[in-house]
């Protein structure tokens, strides 16, 4: 074990990473998902965005007011939940049941728990997941991007047959399913409007290039451990790639389940969250394959047609498991 310590000359003080640090390299790293959401759906950005995040540092303040405990409001990570969980919201949200699964998510999610670091979920998405089961049909309603028609209409059903703008990427992998269309539901077009964000979803999950910068610029600054974003996104690719390969006729291409939804969110953003994510590289990429294949099972064989969320929180519920299988050695030391 002694070969593996680096020795070095002096001086060997380095600055310390803070909760704070972290959290606003979170911050930076979402700004481009931000900034593509608001040019999007305009509006409905501006507006939940801050009202999610407001409602996130409202709701630990009081928390911690009552429980008569230090403001905690330093450390940023309200304001990550709020930004994370408004970026995964549909853009037509009501600002009162934004209002409501941002309490939920701060105060179930988190506080409830003793705050950050107790808690066992990822806060944003105990929220989602509440707002999903509360109401679940504002919570599937989607919004035309203000590129494709100014007055941002929602999307009806009976039009999403008629045009690519109306409809989700991952409706339109569910429905080539169900239907038999996969090879020619998907255009090119479609394809690239996944990278840029043309089309229908939450707010922070349509533009692929706006999360890849935003990953991107978590991994140069150190922030995130590459092996969980590259774990949960290679499992997911396997997965689509096996159904693809047993039937290409009702199953979309693999890539596109990579620029779809909210997997690149997921990957940097979601299931990195130091707290809530295993502590060891192994405990990473076992609990980054169980994100990405939870995902594409609920993707490709259940009815919803999302499972990021529900992959999160079940893989956050065996953290402790996976932790406890994969121990940390101590420098110079050994398992017993």
Request: aromatic share 10%.
């Amino acid at each position: 074990m002694l070969e593996n310590i680096t020795v070095s000359s002096a001086p060997h003080i380095s600055k310390p990473l803070s909760t704070r640090s972290v959290m606003i390299d979170v911050i930076i790293g979402l700004v481009p998902a931000m900034a593509a959401a608001g040019y999007y759906f305009r509006i409905y950005a501006l507006i939940l965005i801050p009202t999610c995040v407001f409602s996130a540092v409202a709701t630990e303040w009081l928390c911690n007011l009552i429980r008569k405990k230090p403001n905690s409001l330093g450390d940023l990570s309200a304001v990550v939940t709020g930004i994370i969980l408004a970026l995964s919201l549909p853009p037509s949200l009501p600002i009162w049941a934004a209002i409501i699964g941002s309490v939920f998510a701060v105060a179930i999610g988190k506080m409830v728990f003793g705050g950050l670091g107790a808690n066992v979920f990822n806060p944003a998405m105990v929220g989602r997941a509440f707002l999903t089961a509360s109401f679940g049909m504002m919570m599937t309603s989607w919004t035309v991007p203000a590129t494709i028609d100014a007055k941002m209409p929602r999307i009806a059903p009976e039009n999403m047959m008629h045009s690519r703008t109306q409809a989700t990427p991952l409706w339109w992998s569910k429905l080539a399913i169900k239907n038999k269309l996969g090879a020619d539901v998907y255009s090119n077009a479609q394809f690239e409007s996944t990278f840029t964000g043309e089309v229908g979803g939450c707010l922070g999950e349509t533009s692929a290039i706006a999360l890849l910068i935003g990953g991107l610029y978590l991994l140069i600054r150190r922030t995130i451990n590459p092996s969980l974003p590259l774990a949960v996104l290679l499992s997911a690719f396997i997965f689509a790639a096996i159904a693809y390969l047993i039937d290409s006729d009702a199953y979309v291409q693999p890539v596109f389940h990579l620029t779809s939804g909210a997997m690149l969110l997921c990957a940097f953003f979601i299931a990195t969250d130091p707290v809530t994510a295993p502590l060891t590289t192994k405990g990473m990429w076992i609990f980054g394959i169980g994100v990405g294949a939870i995902t594409m099972l609920i993707r490709i064989v259940g009815e919803y047609p999302e499972g990021v969320m529900y992959a999160v929180l079940l893989m956050n519920a065996v953290t402790p498991l996976i932790d406890r299988f994969c121990k940390l050695v101590p420098a110079g030391g050994k398992l017993k």
